[in-house]
């Protein structure tokens, strides 16, 4: 595993932890990955190591090559090379990649408890602080009452999902079962008709959860498979405006009448 996707697999390990989400064997995979890939980069022996090596068994009159330490020496210096240890390591981390594509769904279930319980302090909260963005604290700290912690509650819930979402898109991009698509960047934290996702032009946008709650959005964290259907949703709206566009066309190049 290159150095990109080893810190794609600790940004799912960081979503899981900071959430709260359980799943040992995924942690447990992870640590054991690590293990060996810290271990095989930390071996190495000094440069001038073999010729003292075989110094000192030249001034006892020893044989060099039935020295214990030179075949010692000989032998870790054959596979402490960048080569051998880039593949020890990425064969350590494909043993984690295979935990997560067997638990696919299971981690993102694990996700979503979190995931959920804090799309519901933010619904809460937006139900008492209304549609005013959370970094304007001084018009919602003007409600007054217990507003403050209300705040303090939804921010701690913002992060929550920004989490899990950050640990569902490295869950998809370590295991190859979605792509990172910009486009759809929305559907990985709510189902959105096609209908809205026009009216509210949200192709290629990035919203925060408090603002996709602010624009009427009900959050959710789908499986992989639930996130490529919401996709083909979108896609498959396209596809139905671009061939009434293209029938509207070939109307109006005809002198036909178009019913839509």
Same mark, same amino acid.
């Given at each position: 595993?290159?150095?990109?996707?080893?810190?794609?697999?600790?940004?799912?390990?960081?979503?899981? !932890?900071?959430?709260?989400?359980?799943?040992?064997?995924?942690?447990?995979?992870?640590?054991?990955?690590?293990? /060996?890939?810290?271990?095989?980069?930390?071996?190495? /022996?000094?440069?001038?190591?073999?010729?003292?090596?075989?110094?000192?068994?030249?001034? #006892?009159?020893?044989?060099?090559? #039935?020295?214990?330490?030179?075949?010692?020496?000989?032998?870790?210096?054959?596979?402490?090379?960048?080569?051998?240890?880039?593949?020890?390591?990425?064969?350590?981390?494909?043993?984690?990649?295979?935990?997560?594509?067997?638990?696919?769904?299971?981690?993102?279930?694990?996700?979503?408890?979190?995931? #959920?319980? *804090?799309?519901?302090?933010?619904?809460? *909260?937006?139900?008492? /602080?209304? #549609?005013?963005?959370?970094?304007?604290?001084?018009?919602?700290?003007?409600?007054?009452?217990?507003?403050? !912690?209300?705040? *303090?509650?939804?921010?701690?819930?913002?992060?929550?999902?920004?989490?899990?979402?950050?640990?569902?898109?490295?869950?998809? !991009?370590?295991?190859? *079962?979605?792509?990172?698509?910009?486009?759809?960047?929305?559907?990985?934290?709510?189902?959105?008709?096609?209908?809205?996702? /026009?009216?509210?032009?949200?192709?290629?946008?990035?919203?925060?959860?408090?603002?996709?709650?602010?624009?009427?959005?009900?959050?959710?964290?789908?499986?992989?498979?639930?996130?490529?259907?919401?996709?083909?949703?979108?896609?498959?709206?396209?596809?139905?405006?671009? !061939?009434?566009?293209?029938?509207?066309?070939?109307?109006?190049?005809?002198?036909?009448?178009?019913?839509?």
């Amino acid at each position: 595993m290159n150095l990109s996707d080893r810190a794609t697999a600790r940004t799912l390990l960081s979503a899981i !932890e900071s959430t709260g989400a359980s799943m040992p064997k995924v942690a447990a995979a992870y640590a054991h990955a690590t293990k /060996i890939s810290d271990s095989v980069n930390a071996l190495g /022996i000094p440069q001038d190591a073999l010729a003292l090596a075989v110094s000192a068994a030249l001034e #006892d009159d020893r044989d060099p090559g #039935d020295d214990p330490e030179v075949r010692r020496i000989v032998t870790t210096n054959a596979f402490a090379n960048p080569a051998v240890a880039q593949a020890v390591d990425a064969q350590a981390f494909e043993g984690f990649r295979a935990v997560c594509r067997h638990n696919l769904d299971a981690i993102v279930v694990a996700l979503r408890t979190p995931f #959920d319980a *804090a799309a519901a302090t933010l619904a809460e *909260a937006h139900a008492r /602080i209304g #549609d005013v963005p959370l970094e304007d604290t001084g018009a919602i700290m003007r409600r007054g009452e217990d507003i403050a !912690e209300v705040w *303090a509650k939804a921010t701690t819930a913002v992060k929550v999902i920004e989490a899990a979402d950050a640990g569902w898109q490295a869950l998809g !991009e370590i295991t190859r *079962a979605s792509s990172s698509d910009q486009r759809y960047r929305v559907l990985r934290i709510a189902d959105v008709p096609y209908s809205e996702w /026009i009216s509210s032009e949200l192709e290629g946008k990035k919203l925060k959860p408090w603002d996709a709650m602010l624009a009427g959005l009900t959050l959710s964290l789908p499986t992989m498979s639930e996130y490529r259907q919401r996709v083909a949703v979108i896609v498959a709206g396209h596809a139905g405006v671009a !061939e009434q566009d293209a029938r509207r066309q070939l109307a109006h190049a005809t002198n036909r009448r178009f019913d839509g």
